[in-house]
């Protein structure tokens, strides 16, 4: 029981494996979360010290069963990581009510459920939690009406979350991926895109599902300790740079 333990969800695939994958190297167990039971079954089996456990984090009555078996299992949860997430772009007079909820309650429904059924948990360890909003809840882009207002959601939930309880010794804070080279990325990305994206990230390229790991682990660490309310975009310099930088370079 004194072994440190992660919950994350959307931990099958992308960003939420590769943390799953460095908490495990800093020794901690993981309670590895994802709604698509045979792609988490897959992920979890080469892995010791997880738990998988297939769950729709938009469910109430799931995420209130979710957290109670990560706690029968662990005996507490010392760090929430809220990555579970849909991205689904499009224009928003062809967004109907039935998408846009669909994106809402993975994104943001999420985020703010499976909080409330981890406080009690993290509250016991002075814990914390990390939620994955995304260079969209940042800056505003074509097609994303959905899924950048589900993500400008999340950031100012964390902002209330470090407020409300920072009181019970509980951190929040928020990480904003910008684009990132994981296979859906690549298998979606045109040349084109990819080279759009180059052109406006001072740093020039995308990043790797494991950079933006290494930030989520430190913000769960205790080497974060007097950090929370924080919104870092992890994103190569992207959300901080206006128009204009390809021509400048050239």
């Not at 909003?133 to 009406?145: D, N, P």
Request: glycine share 10%; hydrophobic share 45%; net charge negative.
């Amino acid at each position: 029981m004194d072994q440190k333990t992660a919950l994350v969800t959307g931990a099958a695939r992308g960003i939420g494996l590769a943390t799953t994958d460095l908490f495990l190297e800093m020794g901690w167990r993981v309670v590895m979360v994802d709604r698509d039971r045979e792609e988490l079954a897959e992920a979890a089996g080469p892995r010791q010290s997880v738990h998988p456990l297939s769950v729709d984090v938009s469910d109430p009555d799931a995420v209130a069963t979710m957290a109670q078996a990560a706690l029968d299992w662990s005996g507490r949860i010392d760090a929430l990581v809220n990555n579970a997430g849909v991205a689904d772009f499009g224009p928003i007079e062809e967004t109907d009510f039935k998408r846009w909820r669909r994106v809402m309650e993975t994104n943001l429904d999420g985020a703010f459920l499976c909080t409330q059924a981890c406080i009690a948990a993290l509250r016991d360890t002075r814990g914390a939690i990390v939620n994955i909003a995304s260079i969209s809840g940042l800056r505003a882009s074509t097609l994303r009406v959905a899924y950048g207002t589900s993500k400008a959601g999340v950031i100012h939930l964390t902002k209330q979350q470090a407020a409300e309880l920072g009181e019970y010794g509980i951190r929040a804070n928020c990480v904003c991926p910008g684009p990132v080279r994981t296979k859906l990325a690549m298998a979606v990305h045109s040349q084109a895109i990819i080279d759009a994206y180059h052109d406006a990230i001072p740093l020039n390229r995308y990043g790797s599902e494991r950079e933006i790991a290494e930030v989520i682990a430190f913000l769960s660490s205790d080497k974060a300790s007097y950090v929370t309310g924080q919104v870092i975009a992890v994103d190569g310099g992207f959300e901080s740079t206006g128009v204009g930088l390809p021509a400048l370079r050239g």
